[in-house]
């Protein structure tokens, strides 16, 4: 009876596919385990092991599996039973979310690999230049990669010409794997084994005395070797005898020094951990018994905890205790901005333990923090990381706590799955019976929600740490001001005096302005023509720093213009700004001061964050003008004015979160401000002050934002009294699109009448030159989701039955954000 396996391939595919296994491949194999398994006439793919049967498939032949590439599973069973959970919920394929939950060095591909067949039965005469200079290079090498053949002709188009050699049987081509993880290896440098003993270390010093760099060398490892027992790296030795790499050569090649090369770990903690203990204020020690009640209750806790209440202090000693018992703790954040500043503090109290997993980590990198967490559990870990360290393979988790758990970005857009990592990670915890704890100043509205309804414990923490006051609000009328000509630039004379104030007191600054670059909009005063981007429906933002325009959607950017490009005027001039023209103003008016910026633009290495964050906290920075980076929890002792450039840009949104997330940025930002001992300040400007969102702002006044905003999502149908499934649709085509908008928009309103809006063209239409139209579904409370994601699913499949919606891309998000 022959055995099968179900194998998750790494694509968009509906289901799993089956392969044949021999009956000692079945006896070795395990669920979780990688295997490399043919798919399509050439490819071969890393799959995952699902599960080993001896059902034979009922439509196909099942084939052969090529290899199994590992020795124990990679995957646990609850990762494969959390996979199958996000697909469902989040309505994507499995292997979408393979793609997502794996470091890409797991997922071997193949890639083409020539190689020479017949080198004697040559004719030169029956080749033409590219085939020559191919076949003449392989002479040289056993084989070549396509890419390297791409390079070595210069073209993109090799297939072709590959083709035409196999054909003459010249060449071969192999679809060979490639493991790309590499160990790091670092050289390291020992004492040769004759000169150990005291008499042939004296006799060797007095052999060097006529080479008296070498002999250099040889004391300052004696040196180095006696204050620690760990082997030591040869990059150390010839830095502190500060000696040439020839003169160490020389003893090597003398063998009076050995060489040898061992593996290190990439993420790795070097220095102590000063970890004092934690002690409450009573606040806070009300706050933790609480949790700790929701705990034994088997609840998910919500903290509700205003900023610089002390939040993270709980988080730390909630963590302690579950590392005491040898499980697990993930923290979830949702910037890796955040991350920089928490590493540090929690390296302090739990040194190695930490590991950090986020996308600015090398491919390298991550899969060595997913091998420690699956291999040494045991050791008790505590993972900070961003949205997708929910897709590590943990076995003993205790505690997930989401911080900051209001924020968006813990939504993943694109590609699939798109899912929300607070909520999938309230039901990983659930597979673990792990404790839960989402924390945040100013809760998302369905959190609140539910803890209104006892689905989440409830603990409210409203006084600030070492009960500092909370900050001194003030709204200034920029429309006022206008009129009276009391600004400069886009400082009201009220932001300038109290900036003059704070940087005079030797206190810092943060400035939060919601945009990038210089200016959104370059505009011509004769004509009023504004240049755009060819391939989106966007005006082009003016980036100062390199003189461009800039779209923010596709990248594209020309140079700066100097006349009007639909009229030749030369009369043109900036509308609006962003960050860029904060801090060239600021500049300006305050020369003897340093600024600096913080957003996508200035923090696009590995290590800009750090750099940035590390300076201002060195008070070598008076002040930092930032984009939403700044509002999220970062923890600055000396900040005493924050001040909010425009609120209403935030508010004048076509989106029915706006106003709650105006609320939460500006208060987070506003919650930047005296952390410690002295009083902290914000300044609103705003054309409209009295907007009751900035007016709650200014009292903090959550409950009653939460209660309008609450009675308006129940008037209009939104969350969290209606579930909501997104579908856009994606073409080249302009009018194919359209029609099959409305071929589907009809379809759902067949089958949910009057919960289907749309479809409707998005704020921005076009993006990379490809036309957008959404469609809404609202799934009201007492309708089943199951159900509805079930009849959604099968008019998706008719509609990928229609011949002339091919081209057509149906993007499905299940509650967008």
């Known amino acids: 009876m022959p055995y099968f396996v179900d194998v998750i391939l790494p694509l968009p595919l509906d289901k799993r596919f089956t392969y044949e296994v021999s009956e000692e491949e079945a006896t070795f194999l395990y669920p979780g385990m990688r295997v490399a398994v043919p798919f399509g006439k050439s490819k071969i793919y890393t799959g995952i092991a699902a599960n080993i049967h001896q059902r034979p498939p009922e439509v196909y032949e099942a084939k052969p599996i090529h290899q199994i590439l590992d020795k124990e599973a990679l995957i646990t ?27 890409g060095a797991f997922l071997l591909e193949s890639e083409g690999v020539i190689q020479l067949k017949n080198k004697e039965h040559l004719s030169e ?111 150390n030795l010839l830095k502190e005898s500060k000696a040439s790499p020839g003169t160490l050569k020389a003893l090597i090649d003398k063998g009076i020094l050995e060489e040898f090369y061992q593996e290190i770990d990439r993420v790795s903690f070097s220095g102590e951990t000063t970890s004092k203990e934690i002690v409450f204020s009573k606040f806070q020690q009300k706050a933790f018994s609480e949790i700790k009640e929701h705990f034994a209750g088997n609840k998910v806790g919500l903290l509700h905890g205003i900023t610089s209440s002390g939040k993270t202090e709980i988080y730390i000693q909630l963590i302690k ?313 970062l923890d600055f002792r000396h900040v005493n004015l924050v001040g909010i450039m425009n609120a209403d840009n935030l508010l004048n949104f076509p989106d029915f979160r706006a106003h709650e997330r105006s609320f939460q940025l500006m208060l987070q930002v506003a919650g930047r401000a005296g952390r410690t001992k002295k009083r902290g300040k914000v300044l609103i400007q705003s054309y409209n002050p009295n907007h009751q969102i900035i007016q709650q702002v200014s009292t903090g006044d959550y409950a009653a934002m939460y209660k309008e905003q609450l009675e308006e999502r129940y008037n209009y149908k939104y969350p969290p009294y209606y579930r909501i499934i997104r579908f856009t649709l994606k073409s080249r085509d302009y009018s194919t699109n359209n029609t099959a908008a409305d071929w589907l928009a009809k379809s759902l309103t067949n089958v949910f009448g009057e919960y289907v809006l749309g479809p409707e063209y998005p704020p921005v239409a076009r993006i990379r030159n490809e036309y957008y139209k959404n469609i809404l579904l609202k799934i009201p409370q007492q309708q089943s989701l199951e159900k509805t994601k079930e009849v959604a699913n099968k008019i998706l499949l008719s509609f990928k039955s229609i011949g002339a919606f091919r081209s057509i891309r149906v993007v499905v998000n299940v509650d967008p954000v």
């Open 125 to 235: 005469t029956e080749l033409n230049d590219d085939e020559f200079l191919l076949v003449e290079a392989l002479q040289g090498q056993s084989s070549l990669k396509i890419q390297e053949v791409m390079k070595l002709l210069d073209k993109k188009t090799v297939l072709p010409i590959i083709n035409r050699l196999i054909e003459k049987e010249v060449l071969v081509l192999n679809q060979e794997i490639y493991e790309q993880y590499k160990p790091k290896k670092t050289r390291f440098v020992k004492l040769s084994e004759n000169y150990r003993d005291e008499a042939s270390m004296h006799e060797l010093l007095d052999s060097l005395s006529r080479a008296p760099s070498q002999r250099d060398i040889i004391l300052t490892y004696f040196s180095l070797t006696a204050k620690s027992n760990k082997p030591l790296k040869l990059k």
């Open 77 to 103: 069973n609850n990762q494969l039973k959390f996979w199958q959970w996000i697909s469902t919920y989040y309505m994507c394929a499995e292997g979408d979310v393979l793609r997502a939950a794996l470091p």
């Open 321 to 633: 205790e579950v590392l005491a018992a040898g499980k697990q703790a993930l923290y979830l954040l949702p910037e890796i901005a955040l991350t920089t500043q928490l590493i540090h503090r929690l390296q302090h109290y739990f040194g190695d333990k930490v590991l950090i997993y986020h996308s600015k980590y090398s491919v390298n990198e991550r899969v060595e923090v997913y091998r420690k967490i699956l291999y040494n559990p045991g050791s008790g870990q505590v993972i900070i990381g961003a949205r997708s360290s929910i897709f590590l393979p943990f076995t003993n988790l205790g505690l997930v706590v989401v911080d900051e758990e209001h924020e968006s970005s813990f939504k993943q857009y694109d590609p699939a799955p798109r899912y929300h990592a607070r909520d999938a990670a309230v039901v990983l915890g659930s597979y673990f019976k792990a404790n839960i704890l989402l924390g945040s100043a100013t809760p998302s509205l369905e959190s609140y929600s539910n803890a209104q309804h006892h689905k989440y414990g409830l603990v409210e923490l409203n006084r600030r740490f070492g009960d500092v006051l909370v900050p001194e609000i003030e709204i200034v009328d920029i429309k006022t001001k206008h009129k009276k000509k009391r600004m400069t630039g886009h400082f009201s004379d009220r932001l300038l005096e109290e900036i003059k104030r704070t940087l005079k007191e030797d206190e810092q600054v943060i400035l939060f302005q919601n945009r990038r670059g210089f200016s959104p909009i370059l505009e011509c005063n004769t004509c009023g023509h504004s240049p755009q981007c060819p391939n989106c429906d966007v005006s082009l933002t003016y980036h100062a720093n390199n003189n461009q325009l800039r779209c923010h959607y596709c990248g594209y950017h020309i140079a700066m213009q100097q006349k009007c490009m639909a009229c030749h005027s030369t009369d043109i001039s900036t509308k609006g700004f962003g960050t860029e023209q904060i801090e060239t103003e600021l500049k300006a008016l305050f020369p003897d001061h340093k600024i600096a910026r913080m957003d996508q633009d200035t923090t696009r290495g590995k290590y800009a964050f750090d750099k940035i964050i590390g300076a201002f906290e060195q008070q070598e920075i008076d002040i930092l003008v930032g984009t939403q980076m700044v509002t999220k929890g």
